[in-house]
Structures are given as C-alpha cells and as structure tokens.
C-alpha cells in the first residue's frame, strides 16, 4: 500500500518568511495529493489539492509542487503570518479511491 | 451552515464500557469516514461508508463498528473499548464518492482507563 513520509515535524518560522513542508510518496499509481490544515483544538481543514496531471497550483499565498518522477510534492506558504500557525497533513491516494494515507503531520509556528 | 457535527468532544471511559461517539453531517454528502489521530502517525482511517447500508474497514478497524442506517449519521461504537484506542478521533464527509475533499468535524478525545 501506499506510504507517505513528511517533513519537518516542525517549523518554525519568522511573520513573512516563507514556509516549505515536503511529502514523499511511495505509490506512483497515487495520483490525489491534498494538504490540510489543523488549527488548534479543531478538525482538518483542507486548504489545497492537486492531481497528477498538474505539476503546480496556486491559491493566493500557498502553491502545491508536484514532482512525478521523484514521487514527492511540497506545500509552499509565502508571506507567512501568524494565523498561518497550525498543524498541516499531506496526503495521497489514487483516482476515486478510497486509500488515502495521510502523513504525520507538521506543526508550523509563525513568529510575530 | 453546512458542517459535520460529532459528540461528545470529550469523553474519559473505562476499559470494557461499551460506548458509541455520534457522527451527523448536513451537507447531504454520500461518503463518510472515521479517523482516528495519534502523535507521529497521522490520521488513519477505522471505517468508512459510501452510501447507505454500505460500509467497509480502513488500516485500523479492529475493536470497533460503524452503522450507518441514514444518510446523514455515521456513529462509532466501542463495544469494549481498550487502553490502546485511547485517541483523537475524527468524522468526515465527502461530496465525492471516495476520500477526496472530506469535511472533518472538530473532533473527539477519548480516554480509556
């Protein structure tokens, strides 16, 4: 089955710095790769996804990279600010299919 | 507002004690799915259910069971909840028909003495 590693457990970073989180995947049938965000004391929230067609995807100030060849993608988050500061999953799962596996998690502090 | 509501948030049992956490969404979505959080693993799906009636294990369903009678609810039961299931546990609901784009509840804490 499918095995996702991410990294870092954490990181910290300074308000408007940017952030970088990676994710590697072992599956290349994976083809879904979504990022969630967990703010404190509530559930996941998803913020963006991508698919294997696509190699990057923008929304405001967070992208999403995707590199097939080397099975991994990252989650990038420019002009970091405070409420920034949160846990955020990766994930990956083929088309339509219900084996999403998630990674561990990293926890993202954004300093004043 | 459209959410996926479960109860109770917090919840300290003993081992053996059957209990069941509750799972209702109001977005009319086919697809839900029980996760469970632990420190360094991630979430990992327990069950899941793509329609009325139907429901199927995920990684991790040993000691525990799901119904799901309506559409709209989807509980977890514990029938002799164990030490080792003491977890964060999420609902989620999706509008598709797999684990895309799910909508998580807040989740969960339950402790099993």
């Known amino acids: 089955g499918e095995n996702v590693e991410q990294h870092p457990s954490t990181l910290s970073v300074q308000e408007g710095d940017s952030a970088v989180i990676k994710c590697t995947y072992s599956?290349?049938?994976?083809?879904?790769f979504p990022w969630y965000k967990q703010e404190l004391g509530k559930g996941p929230q998803l913020i963006i996804d991508?698919?294997?067609?696509?190699g990057e995807k923008k929304d405001q100030r967070i992208a999403v990279t995707l590199n097939k060849t080397a099975k991994h993608f990252s989650l990038h988050i420019t002009e970091t600010q405070p409420e920034d500061s949160a846990v955020y999953f990766c994930?990956?799962?083929?088309?339509?299919?219900?084996?999403?596996?998630f990674g561990a998690g990293t926890r993202l502090t954004v300093k004043p | 507002e459209a959410q996926v509501t479960q109860n109770p948030r917090y919840l300290i049992t003993v081992t053996g004690k059957k209990l069941t956490v509750t799972c209702s969404q109001n977005?009319?979505?086919?697809?839900m799915s029980w996760y469970r959080q632990d420190p360094g693993l991630g979430l990992r799906q327990i069950y899941y259910?793509?329609?009325?009636?139907?429901?199927d294990k995920g990684d991790v369903p040993e000691g525990y069971k799901v119904s799901r009678k309506e559409k709209r609810n989807f509980p977890l039961i514990l029938e002799s909840p164990s030490p080792n299931q003491t977890s964060l546990y999420f609902c989620?609901?999706?509008?598709?028909?797999?684990?895309?784009?799910?909508?998580f509840g807040s989740g969960t804490q339950l402790s099993v003495l």
């Open positions: 989620a609901s999706s509008p598709t028909w797999s684990a895309e784009k799910l909508f």
């Open positions: 599956d290349s049938a994976s083809n879904y």
């Open positions: 991508i698919r294997s067609n696509v």
């Open positions: 994930a990956a799962s083929k088309n339509n299919n219900n084996d999403m596996r």
């Open positions: 977005m009319n979505h086919e697809y």
């Open positions: 259910s793509m329609n009325v009636e139907v429901t």
